[in-house]
C-alpha cells in the first residue's frame, strides 16, 4: 500500500499499470473511515488488480463552512484500516494540488440536484461533481465504487458519467449499519452519547415504515415516518422523500412501475445525518 500526494506522480503509477493491461478499481472518500467505506473498498479489490483510495475532503461540496471545518479528518487511523484490505494506492492530495485554480465549472443535473440534498444544500451536488471528475481524470478508473447510502449522489455520479461520456463503470454497494441499524457515517463520531443513542430511531422507523406498505397511501407514510422521528426530542427532520430510483421523481402510488427509495435527513443537534431504505 502506497501513499502518493501528487497528482502527477498518481498518473505516472496508473497509466504504468493500464499499460500492463491491469484494471484499476477507484473508491473516492473524505476520509474518517469506518466499516462502509472499507465494503467498497474490499468491494474493489475484489472486482479488479489494482485498488485506489483517495482521501480527499473536498471544500466545494461543502456549503457550510462550519460542516467543512469541524469535519472529521483521521488520517493514521485511516491508513491503519485500510491497510488490512491491501488496496495499492491511496491518493490523499491537499487542496492546492486539486485546486490549483478555483473550479468554475457548473454541472447541470436538473431534477436530481433540485430536491432533497441538492435542494437543502445548494451546490453541493456541483462541488462533488467537480471532485469526481478530476479525480476520473487523474485516476482514469475502470470501476469507481460508491455507496447506496449517498444514494442521490449514485444517480447525480451516473448521470455525470453518461453527459462527459466517461468510460468508468460505476458501481453502487449496500449501505453498511452499525448493530443498533444507524447507517454508519463519519458524522456519526460527533454525535455525543445521548444523540447517538437516539439516533438509532431514524432506521427504526425506515424499517417500520415498509411494513405499513401498502395499508397507508405514499402520503400517509410520509406524514407517519416525519411525525414519528419528530417525536424524539433529540431528532428533527429536515425532509423525507419517497422517489424512484432513476429520476428521483416523487412517488405518488405504490402501484407505479419502478424502485421507490425513501430518502431521509435528520438534523442531530447540528449534525445532519442520511439514510434511506427501498419500499
Ligand atoms: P464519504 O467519505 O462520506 O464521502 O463517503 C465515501 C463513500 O463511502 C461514498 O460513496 C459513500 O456513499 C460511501 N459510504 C459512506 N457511508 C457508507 C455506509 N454506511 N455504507 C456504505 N457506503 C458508505
Not at 192 to 201: G, L, P, T, V
Amino acid at each position: 500500500m502506497k501513499t502518493v500526494k501528487l497528482v502527477a506522480d498518481t498518473k505516472a503509477i496508473i497509466s504504468k499499470y493500464k499499460a500492463e493491461g491491469k484494471s484499476v478499481g477507484f473508491v473516492p472518500t473524505m476520509g474518517a473511515l469506518h466499516a462502509g467505506h472499507l465494503s467498497l473498498t474490499e468491494q474493489s479489490v475484489k472486482d479488479n488488480d489494482i485498488t485506489i483510495v483517495s482521501i480527499f475532503v473536498n471544500p466545494t461540496q461543502f456549503n457550510n463552512p462550519n460542516d467543512l471545518k469541524s469535519y472529521p479528518r483521521c488520517i493514521d487511523e485511516d491508513l491503519d484500516k485500510l491497510s488490512k484490505f491491501s488496496p495499492d494506492i491511496i491518493f490523499i492530495p491537499e487542496v492546492e494540488e486539486m485546486y490549483p485554480e478555483p473550479d468554475t465549472r457548473i454541472f447541470n443535473f436538473g431534477n436530481l440536484d433540485q430536491i432533497m440534498e441538492g435542494k437543502n444544500r445548494p451546490g453541493h451536488f456541483n462541488g462533488v461533481a467537480q471532485v469526481v471528475s478530476k479525480l476520473f481524470d487523474i485516476i482514469n478508473p475502470d470501476n469507481a465504487y460508491f455507496g447506496q447510502k449517498d444514494f442521490q449522489q449514485v444517480a447525480v455520479i451516473k448521470q455525470m458519467v453518461k453527459d462527459l461520456k466517461l468510460s468508468v463503470n460505476i458501481v453502487p454497494c449496500p449501505i453498511i449499519r452499525e448493530k443498533d441499524g444507524l447507517a454508519m457515517s463519519s458524522r456519526n463520531t460527533l454525535l455525543n452519547d445521548e444523540q447517538r443513542k437516539n439516533a438509532s430511531k431514524i432506521s427504526e422507523t425506515l424499517f417500520k415504515a415498509r411494513n405499513l406498505v401498502p395499508k397507508l397511501n405514499v402520503i400517509q407514510l410520509k406524514d407517519w415516518v416525519v411525525k414519528e422521528i419528530n417525536k424524539n426530542p433529540y431528532l428533527s427532520v429536515e425532509y423525507f422523500e419517497i422517489v424512484d430510483d432513476t429520476h428521483l421523481n416523487q412517488i405518488k402510488n405504490w402501484d407505479e412501475d419502478n424502485i421507490k427509495i425513501g430518502c431521509i435527513t435528520v438534523q442531530v443537534g447540528n449534525i445532519r445525518l442520511i439514510d434511506n431504505v427501498t419500499f
